[in-house]
């Protein structure tokens, strides 16, 4: 079936295939085997050259891992996609497909704490070198590349400070010089942002986070446009590496892409509600959240994205350990790193999920001991404001 002409919350649940199941199961099957059985050699010469798309092995392909790759190449508007078993499987492998020894990759000031440490400690110890830059300001571009930079990678809204880049800017930039740009699409999920309509070469994901939904899943995904780039990242890096996800993983995934788009919308409604809250209450001194008017990136964001999000980063009176307390005193909230549950989260970035940077990094780039990060989920608006006001009361 052509899904192309159908809406997201459509294709979310109907794209890709997945009809003609065994016995007019409304739901595919889980395909729980590592491998499949050819009928002769003829077939195994047909499928080994590639001829016949059919499934040899599951660390090269699945049935399962297929539908929903192709579910997410129509969600991202691409050609094709590879799924992996981890957000940062995925990253590092479109890394490595890209970089050889001597190039250098680009990279935004502010990215999510292992992508930040394959760059600035994994990728070295092959020779591939890194530029850090505030790609905030695309006018500086200019002077952070030279001919050896290959890849402009960043994630916009990025984790934890959520500021935003403009990917048409980058695009226009990186083309004609023929530099790869590489989006983590995490934080916007395609439901708000798809950044391979701007021009991107690659996007991922870490999938464990709005794509599942459930915080019961760790999964990535990689997506394009170029359909022998899929090819080549699907058999000589994922395959070969062998970051392959589970069908069983896959499976829940799609599942929760079902919901991805009604999701997503009530996620956001809370974060707003969330981030209006913050910015009145007194004991609060700066909320980070693109859906504020007054935020730094809020005309880009608008102008790139249909919705803004749901995680929210913001200040407390006091510092570190009026932060502490807010956050050793939630209730409802959950202590914990990892967004896009139901559940909200709360965490400190310094301490948690960005630990992997310096003391010195961590201000140059803009990030502060003391900053709290929110995941805003889907429990009641009323009940998430009450949890928010107890806490800060012990500020
Ligand atoms: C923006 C972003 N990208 C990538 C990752 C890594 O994903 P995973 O944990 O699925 O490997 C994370 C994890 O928190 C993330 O927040």
Not at 87 to 95: E, K, N, R, T
Not at 103 to 118: E, R
Not at 314 to 330: I, S, W, Y
Not at 331 to 346: H, N, P, R, Y
Request: glycine share 8%; net charge negative.
């Amino acid at each position: 079936m052509d899904n192309k002409h159908l809406k997201f919350e459509t294709q979310s649940i109907h794209a890709g295939g997945g009809h003609n199941n065994p016995e007019n199961a409304l739901n595919p099957p889980i395909f729980l085997t590592s491998t499949f059985a050819f009928e002769n050699t003829d077939k195994v010469d047909a499928v080994m050259s590639f001829e016949s798309d059919d499934y040899v092995y599951t660390r090269g392909n699945n049935p399962t891992l297929r539908l929903f790759e192709n579910r997410m190449a129509a969600l991202e508007s691409g050609s094709g996609a590879v799924s992996f078993a981890s957000g940062m499987a995925a990253i590092s492998s479109v890394l490595f497909s890209f970089l050889r020894p001597g190039d250098k990759v680009l990279v935004h000031k502010t990215l999510y704490g292992s992508s930040y440490n394959v760059v600035t400690k994994v990728l070295p110890k092959y020779e591939i070198g890194y530029t850090i830059a505030d790609l905030a300001q695309p006018e500086s571009l200019e002077s952070v590349v030279d001919e050896s930079t290959k890849v402009i990678y960043f994630e916009t809204p990025s984790n934890p400070n959520l500021s935003i880049v403009d990917i048409r800017k980058i695009v226009d930039f990186a083309k004609p010089r023929g530099i790869k740009v590489v989006i983590d699409n995490t934080f916007a999920t395609p439901y708000f942002q798809r950044p391979l309509e701007m021009g991107v070469d690659v996007v991922v994901h870490s999938a464990t986070k709005y794509i599942c939904g459930h915080g019961d899943v760790v999964a990535g995904v990689a997506v394009s446009r170029d359909q022998e780039y899929i090819m080549s990242l699907k058999f000589d890096y994922m395959c070969e590496f062998g970051g392959v996800l589970s069908p069983f993983n896959a499976w829940l995934l799609l599942r929760g892409l079902k919901t991805l788009g009604l999701r997503m919308r009530q996620h956001e409604a809370n974060a707003v509600a969330v981030a209006e809250y913050l910015q009145k209450h007194p004991k609060v001194t700066g909320v980070q959240f693109p859906g504020l008017e007054n935020f730094p990136g809020h005309e880009i964001a608008k102008s790139q994205m249909d919705g803004y999000g749901a995680i929210v980063s913001f200040e407390v009176d006091g510092g570190l350990q009026a932060a502490k307390r807010m956050v050793n005193n939630t209730k409802l909230f959950q202590l914990a790193v990892s967004l896009g549950d139901c559940e909200t989260l709360v965490q400190l970035p310094a301490a948690m999920t960005h630990r992997g940077y310096d003391q010195e990094s961590l201000h140059e780039f803009g990030l502060t001991e003391s900053m709290i990060r929110i995941s805003v989920g889907l429990e009641h608006i009323d009940d998430i404001l009450a949890e928010l006001e107890q806490a800060l009361a012990h500020v």
